[in-house]
């Protein structure tokens, strides 16, 4: 199983609503991660999880909140966010963050939109 | 970060080769370079990832320079699906030789697969 799985797959959300992105992987991966991709634009990293503590955050805003309850599992909590945070949030996972030589799998994203 | 220039698209023929090259001048010598393709409104697939060796797998060969400033991703027989944002990312490590597992993504080349 090389699956990345992340739900829902579309979520519409007002501004003062709280919500959760949920990604699962099943490969004994112990990096996760969720980047941010706006329209025909790149990917950007958001934050880093390593062995289920969260070792990078790229300065993201605090109305979004990661959280690593296990190895499996990743969630990204979303709080008073606004509509310029729409956006496809992907999320992806490695074996680890120290081995270079290794690559990371992508789930299929969850497309935000803030009204 | 070791940056990459891509062209911004690319046209090809289905059933033939497309040649994608990527500029990575500034390339550390631990640095690996990465592809990694973008089907619309799906999740980044990995395609190959290579240091200093030619590498081939069954997606598509790496070609590096001797010098390591640049590399050329190979589909050796393109068809339609794989019309695609191509990215090639140099793979961050830190001072240590540490990666944090970050994948920087550029802009990338956009590749047409006519019929």
């Known amino acids: 199983d090389t699956e990345v799985t992340q739900t829902p797959k579309h979520l519409v959300m007002g501004m003062t609503n709280k919500k959760s992105l949920k990604c699962e992987q099943h490969m004994g991966h112990r990096a996760m991660y969720w980047y941010k991709q706006k329209a025909k634009k790149p990917p950007e990293l958001m934050f880093v999880y390593s062995y289920e503590k969260l070792s990078i955050n790229e300065s993201v805003p605090s109305r979004f909140s990661p959280e690593c309850p296990n190895s499996s599992l990743l969630n990204l909590h979303l709080h008073a966010l606004q509509p310029e945070d729409s956006a496809l949030y992907l999320c992806?996972?490695?074996?680890?963050?120290?081995?270079?030589?290794?690559?990371?799998?992508f789930g299929q994203g969850t497309r935000l939109t803030v009204v | 970060d070791a940056k990459t220039t891509q062209p911004p698209s690319m046209d090809c023929a289905e059933g033939r080769a497309a040649n994608l090259p990527c500029n990575h001048s500034t390339i550390s010598g631990n640095e690996y370079v990465y592809w990694y393709r973008q089907i619309h409104s799906q999740g980044p697939q990995y395609i190959i990832h290579?240091?200093?060796n030619n590498e081939t797998n069954e997606m598509a060969s790496l070609i590096i320079t001797e010098d390591r400033k640049s590399s050329t991703l190979i589909l050796p027989h393109a068809t339609l699906r794989d019309t695609a944002v191509y990215y090639c990312?140099?793979?961050?490590?830190?001072?240590?030789?540490?990666?944090?597992?970050?994948?920087?993504f550029g802009q990338g080349t956009i590749l047409t697969v006519h019929p």
């Open positions: 992806a996972s490695s074996q680890d963050v120290y081995r270079v030589n290794t690559e990371a799998f």
């Open positions: 990312i140099v793979r961050v490590t830190n001072a240590g030789g540490t990666s944090y597992g970050k994948l920087t």
């Open positions: 290579g240091l200093k």
